[in-house]
């Protein structure tokens, strides 16, 4: 893949990145569960940190994107996926945004893996640690939500 393809796929990071804030922010608003409004807070600040993050690569902030143009992302996988709605029910939406974030941490992990930076790596390796936590955080949550006969 050529370096505009990784800039083509960061774009994109970017703008799952802002609906992922969008959504968390909206989810915080309308929770009344004051737990559940703290961990959706938490996502949205996170999400909108690293739609910043990424979109330094991008501007020409001195961050050079440095990857291995010989690998294949394999972009595809992610394709075709529903759009996150406020109107879910709030299982399927946890479902989803779980998901969602299991698939962002997958990618930042193929992005460290092909950097040839070190601290570019860093940087990528630190965004799949976030997402994963999100992901735990949400997993923790979609129990309590799809199956509340466990509480």
Same mark, same amino acid.
């Given at each position: 893949m050529t370096l505009e393809g990784y800039k083509r796929?960061?774009?994109?990071?970017?703008?799952?990145?802002?609906e992922a804030y969008l959504f968390y922010r909206d989810v915080a608003k309308k929770a009344k569960d004051n737990s559940i409004v703290k961990i959706f807070e938490d996502l949205a600040k #996170?999400?909108?940190?690293h739609k910043v993050?990424?979109?330094?690569?991008l501007? =020409?902030?001195? /961050?050079e994107l440095k990857f291995d143009e010989t690998s294949d992302y394999k972009v595809a996988e992610?394709?075709?996926?529903?759009k996150l709605?406020?109107?879910?029910?709030?299982? #399927?939406?946890?479902?989803?945004a779980m998901k969602r974030e299991e698939e962002?941490? =997958?990618?930042? /992990?193929?992005?460290?893996?092909?950097?040839t930076d070190d601290e570019q790596k860093k940087a990528f390796l630190a965004l799949a640690t976030m997402e994963q936590g999100h992901k735990t955080n949400l997993e923790n949550l979609y129990v309590g939500t799809a199956y509340p006969e466990v509480w």
């Amino acid at each position: 893949m050529t370096l505009e393809g990784y800039k083509r796929i960061i774009s994109a990071a970017i703008s799952n990145e802002e609906e992922a804030y969008l959504f968390y922010r909206d989810v915080a608003k309308k929770a009344k569960d004051n737990s559940i409004v703290k961990i959706f807070e938490d996502l949205a600040k #996170d999400e909108l940190s690293h739609k910043v993050l990424l979109q330094d690569y991008l501007k =020409d902030t001195g /961050k050079e994107l440095k990857f291995d143009e010989t690998s294949d992302y394999k972009v595809a996988e992610s394709v075709d996926k529903p759009k996150l709605s406020i109107d879910m029910k709030p299982a #399927d939406a946890i479902a989803l945004a779980m998901k969602r974030e299991e698939e962002a941490m =997958d990618m930042y /992990k193929e992005f460290a893996a092909i950097s040839t930076d070190d601290e570019q790596k860093k940087a990528f390796l630190a965004l799949a640690t976030m997402e994963q936590g999100h992901k735990t955080n949400l997993e923790n949550l979609y129990v309590g939500t799809a199956y509340p006969e466990v509480w």
